[in-house]
Structures are given as C-alpha cells and as structure tokens.
C-alpha cells in the first residue's frame, strides 16, 4: 500500500492529542477510520508507531523517531499548496528565545531594506530545533551543540553566559558568579528549548538538585519566585527581562556558539543571503 497524507495527518493528530478518540474529533472523522490508518501506516513502515497498552496512549521509540519526518512532510505539503507559494514566499526564521540577541533589530532593517522582495518572519517556537525539524520553518537559530539529525549549521557568533538569580536573594548583590555559586543552589532547567544542562558543570561538582520545565516562561517564573536559579546567554537579559530576576555574568563558564541552520533537502533560495547579512551585522557591531 501506499502512504497518502491522510495516514500522516491522522499520526500527527493522535501524537498530539494522545488519544485516538480526541483525534478523530479534531480531524472530524470516525474514531475507527482514525484507527484504521493508523494501522495502515504501521504495516507500511513495519513498525509500531503508538504504544496503546495504557489509557493514556504514548508514541514508542520507532513513533517519536518518525513524528518529525512526518510533520516536516506535511508541512512541506501544506506550504507548497499555499496561495502565498505562487507569490516570493518568506523566509521563515525560527528561534527558541532571544533571537539574535542585539542583532535582531539590525538585521531585521538591513533585511528590510536590502531585500524587501522576500519578507523576513520571525517565528519564535518552544522547540529544541526552533520548529526546523518539523517543517515548521526555513532556518532556525540555535545555541549550543547542535544533535539532531540532516541539520547544516553555520557559526554567526559566540554569546557569553550569565547567571540568572532572584532579585531577592543573596547571590543578586554580587558582580558575577561562578559555576560553583549556582551548583549551591536549585538549578532550574529547560528541557524543551533550553540551552543548559547538567554537563555544563565538571563531573563530581554537578547541581544536587534541579527542577525542570518546558519554556522560557516558566523558567523564569521559577527563578523569581526564589524556587531555583539558572543559566543562560547574555542576550536573555535583553530580550526576556523580569523584575524579579538579576543577571548576572557567569565568569567561569565557556561561550555559546550561536548557529543559523537548515535543512539541506529544502533549503530556501535567500538562505545564503540571510547568512552572510547576519555575520556582516554581527561583525559591524563587534567591531564598532
């Protein structure tokens, strides 16, 4: 048989709703013709996609590993048949937080006016990619070490690293902290779009205790409230200031490399251009 885009519309919906039920109520279709291509789907790829041995249905190992592919195909679909595809279709431009950083408005300008042409969408997306492995957009900055799989990355710049503690609390009065003055403390982490993670510290001097979320909003809530302290990019402190958090420079902690990447099967035709304006932005500014 062959996979039609209804199979991937249907996989997509029931991952997203974990349930087969709540699908076929979004999708407006029957619950079994929801089932059914499910099934079909499975038998196609030779693997079982939804593990439904509890009420609470979960993708397996082989349906998390196949989500992105089939988001970013339905996607490309969806974006190809647009009325705007027959027209310069934006370049799309995803981050997690901060963008840019104090480039962002500058680049944005220079785009402007250098290439109004092609508008410049920047779509802010709680995902570790920024939204580029699902299709979601063209190009994505990214910080840090890049592992997801048929990424090209290109270097832009590096960012130092600050220390994020609440306005309250002890460690606020300070000029800068190290490592080891947060390792003290609660360490909140972002699992879905952050940047920092428990190697950031030397083995054997790691935070004893975390406290995890899934956004930029709730990390810093956690911060403020006194809860925990963080870790982040100096441009967190421009782009997402909050009366009840201190940044503060993390003097013993490495540079983050900032990264523009993409998909190399579905690169957009400005790409390079976006490229090559972001490091002449960065380069203006460093240098004057």
Known sequence: MSIELRHLRCFLAIAEESSVTRAAARLHLAQP??????????????????????????????????????????AAFDDAVTPSALRGRPL?????????GPYTTPLLRRWQQEHPETPLELLRIDDR?????????????????VDTSGLVTELLFTEPRVAAVTSD?????????????????????????????????????RPAATLTVANTDDWLTAIAAGRAVGASVASTAEFHPHPGVVYLPLSDAPEVPVLLAWRPTTPHPSLRRLAALAREVAAQDAGG
């Open 129 to 145: 990619t920024a939204g580029l492995a699902r299709g979601e957009v063209d190009a994505a900055v990214l910080r840090g070490a």
């Open 33 to 74: 013709t929801v089932s059914r291509a499910l099934a079909a789907l499975e038998t196609r790829l030779g693997a079982r996609l939804v593990d439904r041995s509890t009420h609470h249905l979960e993708l397996t190992e082989a349906g998390r590993a196949f989500l992105d592919k089939a988001a970013a195909a339905v």
């Open 92 to 100: 799309r431009l995803g981050h997690a937080w901060s963008a840019l």
């Open 169 to 205: 609390g002890p460690l606020a009065a300070r000029p800068s902290v190290t490592l080891a003055d947060l390792a003290r403390e609660t360490v909140v982490l972002n699992r879905v779009s952050g940047l920092t993670a428990l190697d950031l510290w030397p083995a054997g001097a």
